[in-house]
């Protein structure tokens, strides 16, 4: 495997000897997360079951005692097929609120119930088995969940790979994020990494990720603009970035031209598909496919068999569907091949055609650079290929990792972090701006580098603010011209499509004070936060307690079998089976001082073989015999 060009990042910034940086890369489906510290190679961290990725997501069951047990990764998976009620997966696509998309998302994943409090805030409702017990999560505390889990990880891993005596704590984060995403969804994984223990650095958007990511991995760079589409095909929609780079001042440069999106063509769209494809040829033959629509576990189940059915069509033509006990305890076996799925895509084809006309115009790209699962599907991959030839599709990146990898770079040189390779980045973003007293619609262009951006609005002179980032500020403020007429003048910014910022004359007691305040949704409240911050704790402290219950049991039925390869008495064997039948059988009430206490026992008892080996216990019953005689 090639390292790149950042795979040294020596040094922090002055101030921090130590310093950390974790980037995640938080997609629909699957999360991805690199860790920069000292000591530690520049790679994707591992999951648990050591995959590159990890599901987006937890499942969160309940115990014999009523309390909540969490699962993530391909445990999460394996809880959702048996506890619809307890998945909480791809939760960022509901995370901007919106109606529709919660409606989407319970027709798509029935169990859960999502709604909204008083406050605006999402609330996620799991159940257990029987709907005797609840637990109610703000989606602000599964995403910190999901992130607190990730960070954990890093932390191990660092660890692991540092010299002994360091201090291995990460605190500082970068987010990956869909460049259209609103407000109210960046300040929910705002507040998400906090509740996890996470300083927010910077969210990056997905695009510029990758575009940073290809230009790292470019090996010439001229001074002209090149331009390049990067096609991002992700599980919860499809986006489009124009970019182009260059090399002016001996410093590569990623300029973000235009971007184009839609939630109408992804991977989740896709699978959905191959699942009603199978649900319609088991009707064919069965006449029950609405009972299945109507279990939630079963179309758990569908959906993960029809996730890897997509996979395999993305390289094969057919592939035999087999599935065990799909109703009635009968199985159910049929045929899917690519062009059954290819025919009920013919909408999203055409659409897709005329976003990618839409957005490259009749501009020559020096390259066509793929991202996301979805770019591996067949039809896609054609299409590109006839509008702009084969010899435009990119290799250079990685599909899967590419966004990681770029959100981390970015988020280095945003915290002063020394990297061999140096870049700038210029983006712009549109806002809608409408006066209701001129009764006029414009637009407002924040340009620049993100960190730097001057905001200009048509009308008002001399009303320039900098630093201006929805993400991360609450409001700003900014004098009024004497022209304007507090009284009546109200101005509205809408950021992407689902935002309102209004800028109010704000009136003092008897006198105008003259400036404009912008004001925006702000998230939960700190006493909210608290509040999520130590329900986490105790859950964190819950799942170190089982943990620790469960190896202590591990290891007290090793050391049984361990002494039962050994122990030739026959009342010392009675013993020993007698103690593993409590432990396999009796012990789901017992505490780790319980399990503990009779390890220690049983330990001490054996000492002399334990530290001997198998030879002691000869000797021993040697002895024994002597004894006798």
């Not at 939630?263 to 040829?281: A, Q, V, W, Y």
């Not at 859950?539 to 007290?556: G, P, V």
Request: with cysteine.
């Amino acid at each position: 495997m090639k390292f790149f060009k950042i795979v040294s990042f020596l040094v922090c910034t002055a101030y921090c000897v130590q310093c950390a940086l974790l980037g995640i890369d938080f997609g629909t489906q699957n999360t991805k997360a690199v860790l920069i510290a000292p000591g530690v190679s520049l790679d994707v961290l591992l999951t648990p079951e050591s995959k590159r990725k990890e599901v987006s997501g937890l499942a969160a069951t309940f115990d014999k005692d009523g309390k909540i047990e969490r699962h993530f990764g391909t445990h999460a998976l394996a809880s959702c097929v048996k506890s619809p009620q307890s998945c909480m997966l791809y939760m960022n696509t509901i995370i901007e609120g919106e109606e529709g998309e919660i409606q989407r998302y319970q027709e798509q994943f029935p169990g859960v119930a999502i709604n909204k409090d008083d406050h605006g805030l999402i609330r996620v409702t799991v159940k257990s088995r029987d709907g005797s017990k609840e637990e109610t999560f703000h989606i602000e505390e599964v995403l910190g969940m999901v992130f607190n889990e990730i960070k954990k990880r890093a932390e191990q891993h660092w660890s692991e790979s540092a010299s002994s005596g360091m201090i291995t704590k990460v605190d500082d984060v970068v987010i990956s994020v869909p460049y259209q995403l609103s407000a109210e969804g960046r300040l929910r994984i705002i507040d998400g990494a906090e509740i996890a223990g996470l300083n927010v650095v910077s969210l990056v958007e997905d695009g510029m990720s990758i575009a940073i990511d290809y230009l790292n991995r470019k090996n010439e760079i001229d001074s002209a603009d090149e331009y390049h589409l990067i096609f991002d095909g992700g599980a919860g929609q499809t986006k489009l970035t124009l970019t182009s780079v260059n090399n002016k001042d001996g410093k590569p440069a990623v300029n973000i031209i235009s971007r184009a999106s839609t939630k109408s063509i992804n991977g989740e769209i896709f699978t959905s598909k191959i699942r009603d494809l199978i649900i319609e040829k088991f009707d064919e033959r069965q006449g029950k496919g609405l009972l299945l629509r109507k279990d939630a576990r079963l179309m758990q189940k569908l959906w993960q068999i029809a996730e890897r059915t997509k996979l395999i069509l993305s390289a094969n033509t057919e592939t035999d569907v087999y599935i065990e006990s799909l109703y009635d305890d009968n199985d159910f076996c049929c045929v899917v091949t690519r062009e059954e799925f290819e025919e009920l895509l013919k909408k999203e084809r055409g659409l897709l055609g005329e976003l990618v006309d839409g957005i490259a115009g009749n501009l020559t790209l020096g390259s066509i650079v793929l991202s996301g699962g979805s770019s591996r599907i067949p039809w896609i991959q054609k299409l590109l290929v006839e509008k702009f030839g084969e010899e435009s599709i990119s290799k250079n990146v990685n599909a899967d990792e590419s966004v990681v990898f770029g959100t981390i770079m970015r988020g280095a040189q945003l915290m002063g972090l020394k990297q061999r390779f140096q870049f700038t980045v210029n983006s712009e973003r549109t806002l809608n701006y409408w006066s209701e007293e001129l009764q006029v619609s414009e637009s407002i262009t924040v340009s620049g580098q993100e960190e730097e951006g001057t905001l200009e609005i048509p009308g008002l002179a001399n009303t320039t603010f900098h630093d201006f980032n929805v993400a991360y500020e609450k409001e700003y403020m900014f004098e009024v011209p004497e022209s304007i007429d507090c009284n009546s003048t109200r101005y509205v910014l809408e950021y992407g499509a689902d935002l309102n910022m209004y800028l109010i004359c704000d009136m003092g007691e008897g006198k105008e004070r003259r400036h404009v305040l912008i004001r925006h949704h702000r998230g939960m409240n700190e006493i909210a936060k608290f509040s999520a911050k130590e329900k986490l704790r105790l859950l964190d402290h819950s799942d170190e307690e089982k943990r620790l219950l469960s190896d202590m049991k591990n290891k007290l039925e090793t050391l049984i079998y361990e002494l039962r390869g050994v122990e030739q008495n026959e009342a010392k064997l009675a013993e020993l089976d007698e103690l593993l039948d409590w432990l396999d059988y009796e012990s789901g009430d017992a505490t780790f001082s319980d399990v503990s206490k009779r390890y220690e026992e049983l330990h001490g008892e054996y000492r002399v073989i334990l530290e001997g080996g198998p030879s002691a216990a000869l000797d021993t019953e040697e002895q024994d015999v002597h004894d006798e005689l």
